[in-house]
């Protein structure tokens, strides 16, 4: 019998006896109890809980174990009472459990009730027994349980609750209660991305709240996740209350109200225009945004409202660096500045972003000429307080007729690179996070204890992510999915050197869809460029360097290299470039895809007898009276000019600057064979480089 016992489900594994908490033991104690609870008093058989807890491998003692943890189970919940708990029924066990101590069966309940009030129309009941059932959540069912049947138990009944989510949220509006709907469903949207039925009530709510620019917007951000994250449209439902919202239906009016006014409506030719007001279609702002303070003083300082001229800034950088985020987030910091409306276009998903700007104003049927277009919209912000931002910006001539008239308003506009045409503009680059704000971001989203307590193994994940906002918060989201990882093991499937290029970002597909669609676009010969000089692992490289790497005349090398640059897809450090570890990581994968291994194995190849070659050279610079291994004659592998000295000053300092990558050049060319490799280690020991393949201090 379980009288006086309470059991928790829907969050960690707990039991009670009264108001005092017993102390249930080990994890794979905690796992047969929670199979037992979930199976609801029913049977459960030895080789099922050995199934449940070990899956298809257990140990060999498995049903000695198993015998065992209910032991222990049953001292610590019996307390030394002669009620049996756990009772042994035909070689398996059951555990009965009486109505109202089970969380997961009064959660079970709750909906059922919730349902009946719905099939009568009783939507306050259904409410409240939807908001009671909900309550009894405590954090992630099953938490911290091993096994394969607990796992997909969790999935299971997460699932519930957000089906009961949706469910609430679609009885408090039916009832009028929109504001509290928008809440809940806009942190579920948050949190489940890429479920549809929240975004489609979320809309709703937001229109029957008067933001019907801010339920369109909502579409449009959620049309361009999904064309991103799985190459899908909208579904029926979805696109459907886009139609409704934008034709203004009566029917989405809060039950007892009228539809949006149509009063105070004037005509402009065919356009028809709603009264001026307040227009907000931001994205939302990020729970987790961290760090970049100074960015956000410099640029709000940036906007001042002008009288003649309308003040527009530029944030340009990588993808993954959080362009969008930060324009977003400003937009909501400054607020209280426009206060006539902030408007959002994303202009890499819009086919026409002039008429999406005038539909959010409140212009329901615009002009046909894109001229006349471009007037109206000038006509509508002069004067006005608002600001716009413009996101992923290509093409200044697609720019310059969605800015706003002057006398107020002002312009977020975001690209990868800097257009050049808009002569008032002033650009930002945004440079990745620092070591501090990446870790930072990490602890919000996972807690400051876990950061804290593998230091080093999170300064790794920093280093692998290169400070890159977007990847650091992909790598946290990751994490943050597996409370049972370590950050050790988070580090070693995140990190793919010495495995298949493509292993480590399996783990992650965000981290390598941020790059896909950039890569994509490049013209061919910069892509192949990019693909190939991202095999040598050297920290950076010179122009010298890549002119070897690719087999070009350094002209025609530094031009691709410079129109990478100004993708921000290598950055330059005086006459150096490097590229960030995620771009670097995906563009190696994508070049033994594409390039195939014979042209990424010929590639080092060329890198290391350019280096070798110019070494003996440095060397026989830097110290005349050394003798350097032979060079391989004329005709034999490796026989290629480099680099010539005038002196043994510049000699020594391009061994000092090269040294990190001469050793690594030496390593990855002798993994793959290359005869030249034995040669550069040699001159490597002579100049007292160090040992190829492992960094030194100083």
């Not at 009264?275 to 760090?291: A, K, M, N, V, W």
Request: aromatic share 6%; hydrophobic share 45%.
């Amino acid at each position: 019998m379980t009288a006086g016992l309470r059991w928790e489900l829907l969050g960690p594994v707990r039991a009670w006896r009264g108001e005092v908490e017993i102390n249930l033991g080990t994890p794979q104690q905690r796992a047969i109890l929670g199979v037992l609870l979930l199976r609801e008093g029913a049977v459960t058989s030895q080789d099922q809980l050995i199934s449940a807890i070990w899956g298809e491998e257990p140990p060999s003692a498995a049903a000695g174990m198993i015998r065992s943890y209910v032991s222990r189970l049953r001292r610590v919940l019996e307390d030394g009472s002669t009620a049996v708990v756990i009772e042994s029924v035909a070689g398996g066990y059951a555990l009965p459990v009486t109505a109202g101590s089970l969380d997961l069966a009064d959660f079970q309940r709750g909906i059922r009730a919730a349902h009946d009030a719905r099939r009568i129309g009783d939507h306050e009941t259904e409410a409240a027994e939807l908001r009671a059932a909900l309550e009894l959540w405590k954090g992630t069912p099953l938490a911290g349980v091993p096994g394969g049947y607990p796992e997909n138990e969790r999935t299971r009944l997460t699932e519930l609750r957000f089906s009961a989510i949706e469910d609430l949220a679609a009885a408090d509006l039916r009832l009028g209660r929109h504001a509290e709907a928008g809440f809940s469903l806009a942190s579920m949207v948050i949190e489940q991305p890429l479920r549809e039925r929240p975004r489609e009530l979320l809309m709703l709510a937001l229109y029957r709240s008067g933001r019907k620019a801010d339920a369109l917007a909502l579409f449009q951000e959620t049309q361009r996740l999904l064309a991103d994250e799985l190459g899908l449209d909208p579904g029926p439902e979805l696109r459907e209350m886009q139609r409704r919202i934008l034709a203004s239906d009566p029917s989405l009016a809060t039950p007892g109200r009228a539809g949006p006014a149509a009063a105070g409506s004037r005509h402009a030719g065919a356009a028809v225009i709603e009264t001026p007001r307040s227009l907000r279609s931001l994205p939302p702002d990020l729970p987790e945004f961290t760090g970049r303070s100074g960015e956000v003083r410099r640029l709000a300082g940036m906007l001042e409202a002008s009288d003649t001229q309308v003040p527009v800034i530029g944030i340009a950088g990588l993808p993954g660096i959080g362009k969008t985020t930060l324009a977003v987030h400003l937009g909501h910091r400054l607020a209280g500045e426009f206060p006539d409306g902030q408007f959002f276009i994303d202009l890499g998903a819009s086919e026409d972003p002039l008429a999406a700007l005038l539909r959010a104003a409140g212009v329901e049927r615009p002009p046909e000429s894109s001229g006349e277009r471009a007037a109206l919209w000038r006509s509508l912000t002069i004067g006005r307080r608002s600001l716009v931002v413009l996101d992923d910006a290509r093409d200044v001539d697609r720019v310059r007729p969605l800015l706003p008239g002057a006398g107020g308003a002002a312009v977020v506009i975001t690209a990868q690179r800097r257009l050049f045409g808009l002569s008032h503009a002033r650009w930002t680059k945004l440079d990745p996070f620092s070591e501090r704000e990446a870790l930072a971001l990490l602890e919000r989203m996972l807690g400051a204890a876990r950061i804290r307590a593998e230091p080093g193994e999170a300064r790794g994940l920093y280093e692998l992510t290169a400070g890159l906002p977007q990847v650091v918060h992909a790598v946290g989201a990751r994490l943050a999915s597996r409370p049972d990882w370590s950050l050790a093991t988070a580090l070693r499937r995140l990190d793919g050197r010495g495995h298949d290029p493509e292993w480590g970002f399996e783990e992650c597909g965000a981290i390598e869809g941020r790059y896909e669609s950039t890569v994509r676009a490049l013209p061919r010969k910069q892509a192949w460029a990019l693909r190939l000089l991202a095999v040598p692992r050297a920290a950076d490289f010179s122009l010298t360097a890549a002119t070897a790497v690719l087999d070009l005349a350094s002209r025609k090398a530094e031009s691709l290299l410079e129109s990478l640059a100004d993708l921000h897809l290598v950055e330059t450090a005086g006459e150096r470039y490097r590229f960030h570890h995620p771009i670097r990581e995906y563009a190696c994968s994508r070049a033994f895809l594409e390039e195939g291994e014979a042209a990424c194995h010929a590639a080092l190849a060329r890198l290391a007898r350019f280096y070798a070659a110019t070494l003996r050279n440095a060397l026989l610079a830097a110290a005349p009276g050394l003798t350097p291994a032979p060079a391989p004659g004329p005709g034999e592998p490796g026989c290629v000019a480099g680099l010539e000295f005038g002196g043994a000053g510049t000699a020594r300092a391009w061994m000092r600057e090269e040294r990190e990558n001469l050793r690594e050049t030496a390593a990855q060319a002798a993994e793959i064979g290359e005869a030249t490799a034995r040669w550069l280690t040699g001159m490597i020991g002579q100049a007292g480089l160090g040992e190829p393949g492992r960094r030194q201090a100083g």
